[in-house]
């Protein structure tokens, strides 16, 4: 995870507790990872009720998993094509830009982000 660097070109900063796909708390994209979760979100009833849509339930708690499900406020890093779905149909969450790994620039341009960026205190 060393040297991993965040969309904006600086270090990436931790998105939260028991998430990524390494569940380290960091949105950095190992190889093992197809799904390129890359994009830290703050996850929004919409987008909830969007990706359960999809199939891809996030508020159901699984503990065999380890996962205790989610709800609006919590932040995630989302795959970066379902971040990016979700902003085509008006329902992307909001995201944390120095959270968010360089990775999914491959998929989102830097613009379509920042015009969803939520500013937070360093």
């Not at 990524?20 to 009720?49: I, K, M, W």
């Amino acid at each position: 995870m060393a040297n991993e660097k965040n969309v904006l070109g600086g270090p990436l900063r931790l998105c939260c507790g028991n998430t990524g796909f390494t569940r380290e708390g960091f949105c950095y994209v190992p190889l093992q990872d197809t799904g390129n979760h890359s994009v830290c979100a703050v996850l929004t009833e919409a987008f909830l009720a969007f990706s359960a849509s999809r199939g891809n339930d996030l508020v159901t708690p699984r503990p065999e998993f380890d996962f205790p499900g989610l709800k609006a406020g919590d932040r995630w890093c989302l795959c970066a094509a379902r971040w990016l779905e979700a902003e085509q149909a008006g329902v992307a969450p909001p995201v944390i830009l120095e959270a968010t790994h360089v990775a999914s620039l491959r998929v989102i341009d830097l613009e379509t982000l920042k015009q969803h960026a939520r500013i937070e205190p360093v």
